[in-house]
């Protein structure tokens, strides 16, 4: 009997145990605010929301309907596309040119941002974003002979290690495109600027090729090119070392993958040269392409566009009227209650008092 009680007091001390201490935490006595709505609070708060959203919505609402944007479709899908020629016969590492005519209405003031733009393309599967190394990237050459699995199907050829190896790299947008002034006839290549498109922590930190030899070429020997790529990467810019390689920067936008599949990478840069002069003049102007990119296959379509850019970025309207429709709603939510609270507010405080 007595060792019946003892364990039977041993299941109740183990059952108080678990019983958590007699402390304001965790009884939950802490104090605590909880704010009493009234319509002394709250009507303001709707009022000042709507007064300082709705004028900050126009702002930039305003600010992006004045950033000047033009988008040439050069697909070449239609029968009347001067690139349907291209378009129809386009495989990868084929070449064709073709030019396309437009006309800037307004001349652009400030510097000119160009981009290309692909639409229907799903850089976000989550196996093309893992098909790369980011090792063999930052220049290790351990990984430039032995790349990661992960880059598999595109992770060897001829028996050879590819570099850089994965479906992004493989997939690497190689159009180019040219912009031409016309007037009475003569066409003025617009200089366009290669350098300052990437990412500095891209530039610097992220991507480096293997180090130890000048001549990228020996340093890549052993390793092959990717599939769809015309030529090695040592290749992608031989006239510039610091953008040749890894470190090229039209690689390196590339490479940071997009989270839609309709997207825009920058690809150039028009600066303005002087400021009596516009960067880009009202006229007429061709774009000479250099059609190499198939987008057929996965019923894409390519674009060029022209955007300058102010103080809140690119052209994106959503921002301001996202503050304009939420000021809104809440300026006349404020009117709605105070005109509710005024009617039928003295009544509940007249019942009060009469009891």
Partial sequence: MATSYSTKDEDVHQHKSRKPDNTAF?????????????AGTVLPAFFIIG???????IGLFVTSNNIKELEIDYTGTEQDSPCHKCAMNSTWNSTCECVVPFQLEQPYEGNVFMYYGLSNFYQNHRRYVKSR??????GDKSSLTEPSKECEPYRTADGLPIAPCGAIANSLFNDTLKLYHVVNGTETEIPLIKKGIAWWTDKNVKFRNPAGDFNLSYTFKGTTKPVNWPKPVYELDPEEKDNNGFINEDFIVWMRTAALPTFRKLYRLIEKKDSFSPTLRHGNYTLHVTYNYPVNSFHGRKRMILS???????????LGIAYITVGSICFFLGVVLLIIHHKYGNRNTTTEIAN
């Fill in 26 to 38: 965790k009884q939950q006595r802490l104090p605590a605010w909880q704010p009493i709505l009234t």
């Fill in 133 to 138: 190394d980011d090792s063999q990237l930052n």
């Fill in 51 to 57: 007064l300082v959203f709705i004028p900050i919505g």
């Fill in 308 to 318: 300058t850019i102010s103080w809140m970025g690119g052209k994106n309207p959503f």
